[in-house]
C-alpha cells in the first residue's frame, strides 16, 4: 500500500474537517465541534494563518491528518503544539499515526524548535506508551486550564 | 499603593526574565530556563513576535507579568495560551496576579477568542481554587506530553 505524506493544503480541509468530527466521536464528544469548515479554512490559510497540517494519503484519498502550530516556552523558547493527530478508523494498524508523527517531528527539528509538546487523555495507554517509545515525557503533574468562551464573556462582565 | 497594568514592552523584558528565573525557582527548577535574555527580546520583538506581555508596576517598578500568545483548537477555534503569570515573591497578597489575570482574560473576550487555556501544577490548590472561582475547568484527565530538544534529535536519527 502507497501511503504519502505531504503538507495540507486548502483543499484537503474538507477530509481534514471530517477527521476532526471523527475524533470527537471517538473522544466521546460528538457535538463539541463547534468550528465549521469555513472557519477552519479561514483560520488555517487567510493572512494570518494559525495552524499547519500534514496529511496522509492513500490512492488521493486523504486518511489522516496531523494538525500544528508554534508555541512558546519561557524556559527553553521556541516550541511546537501538535494539537491533534488522527488517522481514519477503518485505517487504523497501518503505521499511519506514526508516519504522521514522525513529520511533524521532523518538521520541529528541521525549524531548530525547543520543545515540542502536546496532550493525551490519561486513559488512552496505547498512545502514551507509544510516545514514551519515541523518547516523549509524560507529565501527569500538570493539569490543563480552560476558560471557554461563554465563562471568558460571565468573567469579564463581573469586572465592570 | 498604585499599581499599573500595561502592555510589556522591549525595554521591560530584563524585569520580565527575572520574573521568569523567580517562577522556576519557585517550582523547583532553577536550572531549568536555558533562555538568555537576549532569545526573550528576540522572540518577543523581531520580525514574528512569538508572544504578548502585561506587567505590573508599583512606582514604575516592575513588580509582575503575563505571557501570552495564541492558539488554536480544531474544536472551537482561536485561542489563547496563558503561559506564565508571575509576581514577585513579596509583592504577594497584592491582588496583583488577579490584575494581571483580567487583564488577559479582557484582552481574549476584546479579541473574540474561543478559549483562554493554561496550565496549573496539581499541587497548587489555591492557584486551582482561584481558578475555579473565575469560571474556569480543570481537565484532570488530560497529561501533558513534551519531547526534549535533545529526544527530538535522538528521534529524528532513528528514523533515518
Request: glycine letters at 6%; aromatic letters at 12%; zero cysteines.
Amino acid at each position: 500500500m502507497n501511503i504519502r505524506i505531504r503538507a495540507g493544503k486548502k483543499e484537503d480541509m474538507p477530509s481534514v474537517y471530517r477527521l476532526i468530527q471523527e475524533l470527537a466521536e471517538f473522544e466521546k464528544e460528538p457535538d463539541a465541534v463547534e468550528l465549521t469548515l469555513e472557519n477552519l479554512v479561514e483560520d488555517g490559510f487567510g493572512k494570518a494563518p494559525l495552524f499547519k497540517t500534514f496529511v496522509a494519503e492513500i490512492d488521493k484519498n486523504i486518511v489522516g491528518m496531523a494538525l500544528f502550530y508554534p508555541r512558546y516556552s519561557t524556559w527553553k523558547g521556541p516550541s511546537i503544539h501538535l494539537e491533534d493527530l488522527i488517522v481514519n478508523q477503518d485505517k487504523r494498524g497501518l503505521k499511519i499515526g506514526s508516519l504522521l508523527y514522525a513529520e511533524v517531528i521532523a518538521y520541529g527539528y528541521k525549524k531548530g524548535v525547543k520543545r515540542i509538546e502536546w496532550a493525551v487523555l490519561d486513559w488512552n495507554t496505547p498512545a502514551i506508551e507509544f510516545y514514551k517509545r519515541t523518547g516523549a515525557t509524560i507529565l501527569s503533574d500538570w493539569n490543563t486550564v480552560q476558560m471557554s468562551e461563554k465563562a471568558i464573556k460571565k468573567y469579564v462582565e463581573s469586572l465592570e
